[in-house]
C-alpha cells in the first residue's frame, strides 16, 4: 500500500527561525512529490518535485527530493508569521495521476 | 494558475436529506477531476477519481451509493452526498487537471451536518 508520511506532525517556532519538514514514502509507481501550503481553505501549490537532489526554490523556501532514499524536505528560512499553516507533502502515481496526502505538518510561528 | 470553483463553499444540511457540491474548472478543460474529504486536523483523502464521461473510481472504504459523483463534462464535477448523516460533516475539496499536468484545488466546501 502506497505510504506517504511527514515529520514532525507539529512545530511551533520564533520568527526568524529557520525549519526543515520532513516527508518520506513507500509507493509504486512514483511519479513527482508535491509540496502545498494549506491555511484556512484548499491546499496552494508550491513545488512539485520529480528528479533527485535538484533544489526548487522560491523566495524564503526550498525543496529538494532523494528518490534513493526516498525522502524529500521543505526548508522555511527567516519564517515569519505568515508561514504559520499546515504542509502537505503528496506523492502524484504515474499510473493513475492521482495524489496521495501526507498527514501534513502544521508549523505555528511565533512574533 | 488555472481556477476551480466550488460551490457552495458551506452548507449546513438536516440528517437524511442529500447536498450536491459542484466543482467546476473555469479556464480550462479538465480530463480528470477528484474528490477529497478532509476531517479537522487530518489530512486530505482521496475519495474517488471522476473522468470526464465515465464512472468515477472510488477509493477502498468509500461508498459509491453514498457518494454520487457525475463528470458531465470537461467543466463539471458534482459529489452529492446521499442521505447526510453527522459523520459526513467534513471538509470536501475538488481538484482537477488537464492530462498529468498540475493539480488545481478548488476552495472546499464544508459540510455540516444537524
Known amino acids: 500500500e502506497d505510504k506517504v508520511v511527514q515529520s514532525p506532525l507539529s512545530l511551533v517556532v520564533h520568527e526568524g527561525d529557520t525549519v526543515t519538514l520532513n516527508c518520506s514514502y513507500e509507493?509504486?509507481?512514483?511519479?513527482?512529490l508535491l509540496w502545498y501550503k494549506q491555511e484556512k481553505k484548499a491546499p496552494t501549490f508550491l513545488f512539485m518535485l520529480?528528479?533527485?537532489?535538484i533544489e526548487k526554490k522560491s523566495g524564503r523556501l526550498s525543496s529538494i527530493l532523494d528518490k534513493k532514499e526516498l525522502f524529500s524536505i521543505l526548508n522555511i528560512t527567516a519564517t515569519q508569521t505568515g508561514d504559520s499553516a499546515v504542509y502537505l507533502c503528496?506523492?502524484?502515481?504515474?499510473?493513475?495521476?492521482?495524489?496521495?496526502f501526507g498527514q501534513g505538518t502544521t508549523l505555528q510561528v511565533k512574533p | 494558475g488555472a481556477v476551480v470553483s466550488q460551490h457552495p463553499s458551506w452548507v449546513i444540511c438536516k440528517s437524511g436529506t442529500s447536498v450536491k457540491i459542484e466543482c467546476r474548472s473555469l479556464?480550462?478543460?479538465?480530463?480528470?477531476m477528484f474528490w477529497y474529504r478532509q476531517f479537522p486536523k487530518q489530512s486530505l483523502m482521496l475519495m474517488a477519481t471522476?473522468?470526464?464521461?465515465?464512472?468515477?473510481?472510488?477509493e477502498q472504504g468509500v461508498e459509491k451509493d453514498k457518494f454520487l459523483i457525475n463528470h458531465a463534462s470537461l467543466t463539471l464535477s458534482t459529489l452529492t452526498v446521499t442521505s447526510a448523516h453527522p459523520e459526513d460533516s467534513s471538509f470536501y475539496i475538488c481538484?482537477?487537471?488537464?492530462?498529468?499536468?498540475?493539480?488545481?484545488f478548488g476552495e472546499g466546501s464544508r459540510l455540516t451536518v444537524l
Open positions: 520529480t528528479s533527485s537532489g
Open positions: 479556464d480550462f478543460q479538465a480530463t480528470t
Open positions: 471522476s473522468n470526464e464521461g465515465s464512472k468515477a473510481t472510488y
Open positions: 481538484s482537477a487537471r488537464v492530462g498529468y499536468g498540475e493539480l488545481f
Open positions: 503528496a506523492f502524484a502515481s504515474s499510473n493513475t495521476g492521482k495524489l496521495i
Open positions: 509507493v509504486t509507481n512514483f511519479r513527482s
